[in-house]
């Protein structure tokens, strides 16, 4: 099993900035993919960004130039950096650690964080 923790959520300012900590622990052998997705009132979770054991990154279109995501291998440990936040950034942020063991691929989530805007 793994454990996902999510941190760094709050209430902040529109334009402000915010940095959001996920990390991984168990069975944390074999975690490639880690990432952020978010989930606003009312609507769907969606991607907001994902990064491999290797460093190679995918954003969500709305949030390229604003969000950087980046991780310590190290430390088992994801950052999610969030700049020039609107109001529309407000939602629930979970973090997401997939581990593959081939054939098999499984996903483990956090609880979420919430983040909340104010304009």
């Known amino acids: 099993q793994v454990q996902v923790v999510e941190s760094g959520g709050g209430l902040v300012q529109a334009g402000g900035s915010l940095r959001l900590s996920c990390a991984a622990s168990?069975?944390?052998?074999?975690?490639?993919?880690m990432g952020w997705y978010r989930q606003a009132p009312g609507k769907q979770r969606e991607l907001v960004a994902t990064?491999?054991?290797?460093?190679?990154?995918n954003y969500a279109d709305s949030m390229k130039g604003r969000f950087t995501i980046s991780r310590d291998n190290a430390k088992n440990t994801v950052y999610l950096q969030m700049s020039s936040l609107k109001a529309e950034d407000t939602a629930v942020y979970y973090c997401?650690?997939?581990?593959?063991?081939?054939?098999?691929?499984?996903?483990?989530w956090g609880k979420g964080t919430l983040v909340t805007v104010s304009s």
């Open positions: 997401n650690a997939e581990r593959c063991l081939p054939p098999t691929c499984m996903s483990y």
């Open positions: 168990g069975s944390i052998f074999s975690i490639n993919t």
């Open positions: 990064i491999t054991s290797g460093g190679r990154t």
